[in-house]
T-cell receptor, first 113, second 116 residues
Framework: GAGVSQTPSNKVTEKGKYVELRCDPI?????LYWYRQSLGQGPEFLIY????????DSGLPNDRFFAVRPEGSVSTLKIQRTERGDSAVYLC???????????FGPGTRLLVL | AQKITQTQPGMFVQEKEAVTLDCTYD???????LFWYKQPSSGEMIFLIY??????QNATEGRYSLNFQKARKSANLVISASQLGDSAMYFC?????????????FGSGTRLSIRP
């Protein structure tokens, strides 16, 4: 079956702009996660959804970052007033339920100029 | 706080040889899960193998096995008969079962290069 998909695959923006990153999880997966991976490092947790609600948003770095999952499927990560330090690969993962193995998408490479 | 340590930033291995990638972890929880993921140059994180803290047997998946030594808090990945396609970054990761919900903590990774 289809895996996790993420769009766009690459995004170049200017400092101060607003961006949206989209994640389409594996069909039937109720749990969805966002991670951020900086160059040369492992992914870092941002936020976790169970259904439509954010069950854990402790990894969001500040209030410029926000994520939604209004219908319990597709999720959008929103970054306001982007900064150069936001440049990274943003990875989305999904799992059948809480505590199940997480399967990752290909990521969105964000570059803030 | 939970932590994953991978002490080998890079490794070179001859094709067809076995290779062990080191991983140690730190947690105060009794119940947790350990994972290994592969990240090729394309960027996608590929799930390889999982070990639960209460599993008595070491996990195996094809050419991958996890050498789980609970007392030493180590979860090394062993790849048998390495292939050129095994060249990638490898991340060890941990999830505590009862605290911190479902988030996974990753190590810094090991870059594995297979020589023909």
């Amino acid at each position: 079956g289809a895996g996790v998909s993420q769009t766009p695959s690459n995004k170049v923006t200017e400092k101060g702009k607003y961006v949206e990153l989209r994640c389409d999880p594996i069909s039937g997966h109720t749990a969805l996660y966002w991670y951020r991976q900086s160059l040369g490092q492992g992914p870092e947790f941002l936020i976790y959804f169970q259904g439509t609600g954010a069950a854990d948003d402790s990894g969001l770095p500040n209030d410029r970052f926000f994520a939604v999952r209004p219908e319990g499927s597709v999720s959008t990560l929103k970054i306001q007033r982007t900064e150069r330090g936001d440049s990274a690969v943003y990875l989305c993962a999904s799992s059948r339920g809480d505590q199940e193995t997480q399967y990752f998408g290909p990521g969105t490479r964000l570059l803030v100029l | 706080a939970q932590k994953i340590t991978q002490t080998q930033p890079g490794m070179f291995v001859q094709e067809k040889e076995a290779v062990t990638l080191d991983c140690t972890y730190d947690t105060s929880d009794q119940s947790y899960g350990l994972f290994w993921y592969k990240q090729p140059s394309s960027g996608e994180m590929i799930f390889l193998i999982y070990q639960g803290s209460y599993d008595e047997q070491n996990a195996t998946e094809g050419r991958y096995s996890l050498n789980f030594q609970k007392a030493r808090k180590s979860a090394n990945l062993v790849i048998s008969a390495s292939q050129l396609g095994d060249s990638a970054m490898y991340f060890c990761a941990m999830r505590e079962t009862y605290s911190s919900a479902s988030k996974i903590i990753f190590g810094s990774g090991t870059r594995l290069s297979i020589r023909p």
